[in-house]
């Protein structure tokens, strides 16, 4: 049985990655609001008019960052969320369509900001999640549910100047209790998702 859910494990966290390919948007100076993002609303048009700098972006304003937190002592990183979810006055701008959280980490060596859009949940009622600085990096902390809960802990570093996903802790206060850890050793943030976590609780839901 173990033998059976340790393959079904590598098969789960192989398929997130290759339908994603890539979280990170490669190369931009530049973070355009959703193409899809389509309202009428005259005061939802005017809300995400122009850009505003984060970082080494120029952000739309379709997107709010938080103020961003600083880790290895002169890197950052801040969760943007789209701008419908963060001010009571923008209720009429809700899409049909959710658009999720993307994550900004600046590189204070080379002023670069490198933009990941599959690694954080979208916002919802039961959704928490903060950025934890960490020894070598951060963790991204995330807690959803209710009365039952999951939360997890997805703890990055840099390796060989690239953003690792170190490990991923998932602990679960529901009809199924657990708390586990996987660690990782080549799995870059780029090829990271937060599907990997939904993958990962289903498998100890299984036991």
Known sequence: MKKILY???IYLTFCCCKSNKTSLIEKTHTVFPPSTYAINEKSCKQAIKGF???????????????NGTTFNKKDSVSIVK????????????????????L?????????????????????????FQEIIP??????????????????????????????HVDAINIESSGFHQYSKKYNFNHLKLERYSVKMIDSLQRINEMR
């Open 103 to 127: 994550l900004l980490v600046y590189n204070h060596h080379d002023t670069t900001t490198k933009v990941y859009r599959n690694a954080l949940y979208t916002d919802e009622p039961n959704v």
């Open 52 to 66: 505003t700098g984060k970082y080494s972006v120029n952000l739309s304003r379709f997107y709010i960052s938080d």
């Open 7 to 9: 393959y079904l494990l």
């Open 134 to 163: 960490d020894k070598k990096g951060f963790i991204i902390s995330a807690e959803r549910g209710n009365s039952s809960k999951v939360i997890s802990k997805v703890k990055i570093s840099y390796k060989s100047g690239f953003l």
């Open 82 to 101: 789209p701008f419908y979810t963060q001010i009571n006055a923008y209720g009429n701008c809700f899409p049909e369509e959710s658009y999720g959280n």
